[in-house]
């Protein structure tokens, strides 16, 4: 179906629409509110009954007091009428009951029926329900109603449904319209009248097109015209509903792609008058069926209709060329036919046209010969047949909605017949008892309950039974089982609720019959109503009451509509919505909306306009650590090469994304910031032709708008980056490629004029010369930051709010948004009607509510939080009204659902302007307000409050509500617009301080970090960092501990191996290593004992290339070590132990490298070759030295010695669980519609698999290096009386330490006399 469009196409054609005249039936400018019944004489008047002479019907006239004052009928029970014949057909706008004159009798409520001919009557339709109307309270006090759609009638009908409890059913009624006339023309499906046009050929820029029709075939065409280009307009009914098929052309493959085609309405062979009026105007077209207007847009690029000779009515004509293969001609009446102004049944009554194919042209209507019959759950009708005979014949047409329900029931003499419906099938079901039990039972049809009318034949006779379902006899079903049957002479249609020994499976049956057959006769209901025969049981006679749910659907954005009698449902599956009427969107509407869900980079659904017309589309989301892109992709190769484009002839690139332009914008218009990258390479090919010729190269934006500036510059700017930054390959030109040089150049940049973007087109003019060519990149489309999340308010006083134009919701409404206050109750918003009003607020603090009025009385919906609501915090909203259901939601957890009234007002009317923030008469809000969303439309709350006093624009205090998002001990940083995560005194890193910063260690790698104020004096200058100047900070409060948290995953296969060693300026120390079995052990060194403390934390061989996670606590003597997720243990150290970490100074990983006296068990046992694997988000108290030997840019207290990787190959599972299938509500299965998160966006980290097997190599090539390095050094060993513990070929300590490790502190310290140097 052509996409919907949008208010402008709306205004334009209802714009249009006025200043066309065109329908002769229109109500002229006076008022139409003539008291229509008053002036007629008693006999226009009719009842079901009367009471007595005194209560006659003639009697039943507004405030008169005639005979006993009013009718009354002799019973008061729900098949009571009273009738009012108008003598000729009226417009009918409004109606009034009174009760009767000085009495206890009046009507408390009833219904409204009309018709043309006093038959095949139709009930008064409002709010997509068979309307009941509120009556009187007493006798004198008179209420009117104005109908909400105006009704064309000769005859109307008054149905009492409830009565005053103190008497009987009495009523005097007035209606109020006034005249109405239109030519009518009876079409008997042989006749069409042809509308020849003044010229042979027409090329129609602007159609109105107005007609009325009645028919009870659910097949004919009723407008048709063509040209002998392909153009065509054909109107006709298609299975009872309404197809517009609209051909305007195509230049592309003929005319086949230029087809347009538009179903609306439905159950239109109903007998009853429907209008329609077809509005075109180039291609924007309004098609309005009773009312209801559907607004599209033709396909093809052609505006004109272009027809030949004429346009028919009533069919097609015999020379005509049938573009679907040819429909019946229409069968019914039509009436205030209407064409561009010319009325068509005028023309006809006075010969102006060819009628010539009518055998009797006939200008009134033909009434119809069917007598409809509506059951409802209740109901039952009774038909007398022939009594002991052996032969059952019956035939009837039957509409429903429902799957189920029974048809016929008959008690056999010995045994019983039924017909019922289930699962959509027709099933027959007989069993008889004489002599032996037989049954019989068979079935067809399919489908059956789609509300169409179907027939049913049903003969059962001695030795045979055949079912034939409309009408098709090669698909009848037939049984020739002996069976021998004798009737009872009762037939029970749609109900039987007789408690008999025999019963049928089903008990009633809900909708409609006609043509009623019993043994081979026509069933006279006639007879049956006036009671001369038969019997029946809420039964309406004469009318059919169906009604379609489904139509117009109220089933958005693509949902599903089934329905049963009573009511229908939405399937919303692959819609990307949910809801009674799939109104809301499942997603979010933008990444920045993610990020502060804690979501982490990936590519995401997102729906911009909630609610809106807008489809939910795919994006990837980039959640760095202050901003949110958004980016959008296209189908551009890179470097794509242009050749054989000239200024006269360019080459158009189209580049397509991964949405639509619609979709884009509203990317778009929200961020805050966007970006495209362009790229020009070039050899012998201008660009922009700079410095002052014509360009030979342009890009065409969102608005289809030629662009001549290149990335770097801006609009109005016809330069490339270069031409701005003045450093172009020749200074002449703006461009580079603008030299046209031979040798390959490049013109880049970004174009960054969001208004603009993203680029559509890129046509390029100079490639056609020898050896000329280009390559162009178009990058994708890259947006930042969402404003309308953050559009916020902050209201300062109880009395100050804003104020919006008027809340249209009429059928479905939903709104949403974020508060936070303090106070203990506030309105939030508030928009009112005559009587209808919506309102949303803060009733206490645990308590949000929802309330509205649409005509039933007031609705209130609240919801109970389990904490305090006016904890300054942000919370949120979501409240949605439709016609099946009102729903309340806080924070996603907490929700209210209340189902709307089966019969009842749908409408909500609102006129008054929108208060957000308080309302006259209530309790003002005072607090904050975010992200207000109005079915789809986000309100500038910011830009309103700018100029009103009272509320001021944005509001602060994010990380009170979205703090808990920074995880690891990363801070929480309040921004304008949201919030960011600092983790800069974190062992990570990311948007939510979550993403492992490790490295990997080769045999020799090790980190130092030296402590002390000393070192910060080398990263105290003014270009420091901050992060570096935290680090510095922390450090020198490290002197002394008497506590000790240390934090780290690791991964290897190598043991033994030292993973952790922290060093003193005495002899105290801390070491992690891994045992030769490959089992943790923590040494403590804190002075005051003769050997180490030692821990050996556990006997599982931790060198098993999994990563394992290890935390060290230490306060005082008391040490706590926890290993993966095993149970903390706890450890003393002795009493003769000091508490005190003394002068810490050094911390390494993965190897020592220092001088001083060290333990000799660490040097000898796990110091060589050192540790080879994978170390993770390491931390010593507020210290993350890996992280900082691997990210910090500036100087710093901290050196690696040997090759270090990074990456998180050490990183344990996930610090934060990812979030079940079942609980993501941003989870959907696979599917062809919404596939979900099937782009991952790749981290720049090292692949956890390939480091490990780069790692392995790695060490067995260490290790045959270090063989054969020993060896040599074996061979050529020197003898010598100077003892150290470094490595042979280290000739001193201190120049190896100022060559490789340049930030030792210089420190002075005491050096036994037999002082060691390591360098291993």
Known sequence: MPRLLGPRLTLLLWIFSRISSFDAALPSPQKCDEALSTPLPHNAFSSSSVFTSGYAPGYAKLNKRGGAGGWSPLDSDHYQWLQVDLGIRRQVTSVATQGRYSSSDWTTRYRLLYSDTGRNWKPYHQDGNIWAFTGNSNTESVVRHDLQHTIVARFVRFVPLDWSIEGRIGLRIEIYGCAYWSDVINFDGQGVISYRFKMKKMKILKDVISLKFKTSESEGVILHGEGQQGDYITLELRRARLLLQINLGSNQYGSILGHTSVTSGSLLDDHHWHSVVIERYRRNVNFTLDQHTQHFRTNGEFDHLDLDYELSFGGMPYSGKPITGGGKNFKGCMESINYNGENITDLARRKKLDVSSFRNLSFSCVDSHTFPVFFNATSFLQLPGRREHNMVSVGFQFRTWNPNGLLLFSPLADGLLELVLIEGRVSVHINVTQKKNTRIDVSSGSALSDGEWHDVRFLAKENSVMLTIDGDESSAVRTNTPIQITTGGSYHFGGYFQRTDVSPTQRAF??????????????????????????????????????????????????????????????????????????????????????????????????????????????????????????????????????????????????????????????????????????????????????????????????????????????????????????????????????????????????????????????????????????????????????????????????????????????????????????????????????????????????????????????????????????????????????????????????????????????????????????????????????????????????????????????????????????????????????????????????????????????????????????????????????????????????????????????????????????????????????????????????????????????????????????????????????????????????????????????????????????????????????????????????????????SHDPAPVSHLGKLVESNCGASPLTIPPMSAATDPWHVDGGPGFPFNEERVIPDAVNRNSAIIGGIIAVVIFTVLCTLVFLIRYMFRHKGTYHTNEAKGAESSESADAAIIGTEPPFTETIEESKKEWFI
Not at 1154 to 1181: A, H, M
């Open 510 to 1191: 809900q909708g409609c019959m006609q043509l009623i057959h019993v043994d081979d006769q026509l069933a006279d209901l006639h007879a049956v109503e006036q009671g001369r025969t038969g019997t029946f049981e809420n039964v309406s006679l004469d009318m059919c009451a169906i009604i379609d749910r489904c139509m117009p659907n109220h089933c958005e954005h693509g949902g599903r509509c089934t329905q049963t009698w009573d009511s229908f449902s939405c399937t919303c599956d692959g819609t990307g919505y949910v809801g009674a009427t799939c109104h809301t969107s499942v997603y979010e509407q933008s990444c920045e909306a993610y990020k502060h869900l804690g979501k982490t980079s990936d590519a995401y659904w997102i729906d911009p306009d909630g609610s809106g017309s807008l489809g939910p589309f795919k994006v990837i989301c980039n959640m760095t650590e202050d901003k949110v892109w958004t980016t959008v992709m296209n189908n551009l190769p890179p470097q794509t090469s242009v050749t054989g484009s000239s200024r006269e002839r360019r080459t158009v690139l189209q580049l397509n994304y991964s949405a639509s332009m619609e979709q884009v914008t509203a990317i778009t218009d929200s961020a805050e910031y966007c970006e495209q990258h362009v790229a020009y390479a070039c050899r012998t090919s201008r660009l922009l032709n700079t410095p002052e010729g014509i360009p030979y190269t342009w890009w065409v934006g969102r608005a289809n708008e030629k662009h001549f500036y290149w990335g770097g510059s801006s609009p109005g700017i016809q330069k490339c980056a270069c031409g701005i930054e003045r450093n172009c390959t020749d200074p002449k030109y703006y461009c580079n490629c603008d030299a046209d040089q031979k040798q390959w150049r490049e013109d880049s940049g970004l174009l960054a004029y969001k208004d603009h973007l993203p680029v559509n087109q890129v046509a390029v003019g100079d490639t056609n010369r020898p050896s000329s060519e280009a390559k162009l990149t178009v990058g994708p489309l890259r947006c930042q930051g969402d404003r309308n999340y953050w559009n916020a308010a902050s209201f300062n006083t109880p009395s100050s709010y804003l104020h919006f134009s008027t809340f249209q919701g009429e059928m479905s409404a939903d709104i949403s948004f974020y508060f936070k206050t303090s106070a203990p109750y506030g309105v939030f918003l508030e928009n009112l009607g005559n009587s209808d009003f919506i309102r949303l607020e803060l009733k206490s603090t645990t308590v949000v509510s929802f309330s509205f009025d649409v005509g039933n009385g007031p609705v209130e919906l609240n919801v109970h939080s389990p904490t305090p609501l006016n904890d300054d915090q942000w919370h949120r909203v979501v409240a949605e009204r439709n016609v099946k259901e009102a729903v309340l939601q806080l924070d996603q957890l907490h929700k209210e659902t209340r189902p709307a009234p089966a019969q009842g007002h749908t409408r909500l009317e609102l006129y008054s302007q929108l208060y957000v923030g308080a309302a006259s008469g209530q309790r003002g809000f005072l607090g904050c307000i975010r992200a207000l969303r109005m079915n789809g439309v986000t309100l500038d709350l910011e830009e309103r409050a700018k100029v009103t006093p009272g509320v001021k624009p944005g509001c602060s205090g994010h990380c009170t509500s979205f703090g808990m998002y920074c995880r690891n001990g990363g801070k929480c940083v309040e921004k304008y617009n949201g919030y960011s995560c600092d983790c800069s005194s974190t062992a990570y890193d990311g948007p939510f301080c979550t993403k492992d910063i490790g490295g990997f260690f080769e045999a020799g790698t090790l980190v130092r970090y030296n402590f002390g104020p000393e070192a910060g004096s080398s990263s105290s200058s003014s270009s420091s960092s901050s992060s570096s100047q935290m680090v510095v900070e922390a450090a020198s409060r490290e002197s002394n501990l008497t506590r000790e948290d240390l934090a780290f995953s690791f991964s290897t296969t190598s043991a033994p191996s030292l993973l952790v060693y922290v060093s003193s300026h005495t002899q105290d120390y801390m070491a992690v290593v891994l045992r030769q079995n490959g089992t943790l052990q923590l040494r403590y060194d804190l002075g005051g004992m003769k050997e180490p403390f030692v821990v050996d934390v556990d006997q599982r061989n931790l060198a098993n290339g999994q990563p394992h996670t290890v935390n060290i606590s230490r306060l005082e003597r008391s040490v706590q070590v926890q290993l993966d997720h095993y149970p903390t243990v706890s450890y003393s150290l002795p009493d003769s132990s000091d508490t005190e970490f003394n002068l810490v100074k050094t911390l390494f990983l993965g190897k020592i490298f220092e001088t001083g006296k060290i333990d000799p068990v660490l040097i000898e046992k796990y110091n060589t070759p050192g540790f080879v694997g994978c170390l993770s988000r390491v931390q010593f108290n507020s210290i993350a030295p890996l992280k900082a030997a691997l990210r």
